[in-house]
């Protein structure tokens, strides 16, 4: 099975939550896991660091980006 977000690699990391009784899941590559994880967990730290500056605008769309593609599809009904 190929990475859900690159389509390049084999997928090795699934995600698997649940939402309001339904299941969604993603099924990522090492590479792009990493990536994903990295920029959630390097924000959440610098958020904690006392004096630590705000996020640039470039570092805000990343984790963005990475909070939409792990939630799950809105509903289109």
Do not use: H, N, W
Request: aromatic residues 6%; contains cysteine.
């Amino acid at each position: 099975m190929l990475c859900q977000r690159c389509g390049e690699r084999e997928a090795e990391i699934f995600q698997t939550q649940q939402v309001g009784g339904k299941s969604y899941s993603r099924d990522l590559c090492t590479v792009c896991a990493k990536v994903d994880y990295g920029i959630f967990l390097g924000a959440l730290l610098q958020s904690q660091a006392p004096g630590a500056r705000p996020l640039t605008t470039e570092e805000e769309e990343e984790l963005r980006r990475v909070f939409d593609d792990a939630a799950p599809p809105e509903d289109q009904g």
